[in-house]
Structures are given as structure tokens and as C-alpha cells.
């Protein structure tokens, strides 16, 4: 059986009926929010409340119809079987494919690992590339090996601890395969506070509404979005930050 673990529902119907196989989406953004309960379901439960909250949704069980029998369906994976993960190289991606390799690792059984890499500038990933385009990447997937799988599974929780310089201990060794972990482990690096000091995307955000003399979010997040492409955040993200600085600016 081919499993695509696939970033989003936007991939999803980019690929949908095109490529053969069963499609799992990471209906998540922990990229944002508490993530260091170690107990999957106290886990879900601590997301579901966090996202309810923080995006507006009154209805935490949501979380419980859409995201987890998405992850669920990683811990049933039998032994043998094709997974391909299609993340992008950003830090949003890398995060939800790190707790998806987790959840693979977990599961126990041998599979044939692949990642699937966009061929597209990062600012735009899949989603600026043509069906033809993303049946050529999955063509040039690239294999992860038994060790490599072991070590990238390790990511997650060190992730969960912040535990920044054992992160980029682990990904040394595979840096020639992939170089990109290194640069999203620094830029999860650089977003944090330091003293008195903003992560870098608040500090980013405070001097682009600066050059462009605004408030206004829609043309400060296109030149967020252009600027810290490696972040990934999408419009939600990016606002909660902008309204947090503008409510104390």
C-alpha cells in the first residue's frame, strides 16, 4: 500500500485522483501554541482547546472530527508499506513533519520513508507548482533511510523542550541530504525572545509597518510573507503577532 502524507488540504486537491495511493493531510499548525504534553491525548486535547481559542473557533471537538483520525491513521500503517511525506522546507512544514515522523517511528513497523520536496521557489512551495510539476517531484522523491528515519524521528521531542542546539546536533549527519532542516531549526532559533528583545518575526513585522508607513494588515503580511518565507506562516499566524504589537505599540 502508498500512504502521502500530505501538508494540507490545498495539496490535497492539487493531487486528488491524479497519483495512486491513500492521502493523509497534517491538519495542523504546531508552529504555534503549546506543544510539550508527551501524553498523545492529553496532547490533542491541550490543541484542540489552544486552536478553539486562538483562531476563533468555539468548537474545540472540530479538532477531534478533522485533525486527529488524520494522525490516527499514521499509527495504522502496516509494515512494508510506501509513505512519502510531501512537506515543504519552511518551519511551519518542517514542525508538522517532525511530529508526523514521530508518529511513524512510533508505530513500529518497517516502511520505505520518502520525501517528496517541492521544485518551486519556497515563497510559494506546491502551491506554485502544476499537477505535471508535482508528479515530477514525487518521481525525484528522495529515500530516507532506516538511520536517517531514527534520527529524524528524534526531532520532535527535542522540539516539544526547545532543545535548539541537540536539533541541530541530530541533523549534522543528514545535512547533505537535507540542508533545510538546519536552516528551519535556526530560524525556530531566531523567533524566539531574547531578554528584552522580539523574536524575529515580530521584529521583522514592527519594521515593515515602519518602511510602509501602515497598520494595515493585508500589505504588511504580503511583505512578511515575501521577507520570512521560511517561516511558512500563513494569514493566521501572522496576524495574531501583528495585533499583538499593535495592541501594545
Sequence with gaps: MTYHILNGDALKSQLEGKINGQLIIARECLVDGPVASTNLSSFYEERAQFLSTAYGDSDPGKYYEKVVPEFEQLQQIEAGAEVNLWFEEDLFC???????????????????????????????????????????????????????????????????????????????????????????????????????????????????????????????????????????????????MFDELVATS
Design 94 to 240: 518542517q514542525v508538522n513533519c517532525w511530529f508526523v515522523l514521530y508518529l511513524l517511528k512510533e508505530n513500529g513497523v518497517d516502511i520505505q520513508l520518502s520525501w517528496v520536496l517541492p521544485t518551486a521557489d519556497i515563497q510559494y512551495g506546491f502551491g506554485g507548482m502544476s499537477g505535471g510539476d508535482l508528479l515530477n517531484a514525487y518521481e525525484n522523491r528522495k529515500a530516507i533511510s532506516k538511520h536517517a528515519f531514527t534520527e529524524l524521528s528524534r526531532l520532535w521531542p527535542l522540539y516539544q523542550k526547545n532543545e535548539i542546539d541537540a536539533m541541530q546536533a541530530v541533523v549534522a549527519t543528514l545535512n547533505i541530504d537535507f540542508p533545510f532542516l538546519s536552516r528551519a531549526i535556526t530560524a525556530h532559533r531566531d523567533r524566539l525572545p531574547q531578554g528584552n528583545k522580539l523574536g524575529r518575526p515580530k521584529q521583522a513585522l514592527l519594521q515593515i509597518m515602519q518602511e510602509l508607513g501602515t497598520r494595515e494588515f493585508g500589505p504588511v503580511f504580503q511583505a512578511f510573507h515575501r521577507q520570512e518565507s521560511i517561516y511558512g506562516f500563513g494569514d493566521l499566524q501572522v496576524k495574531r
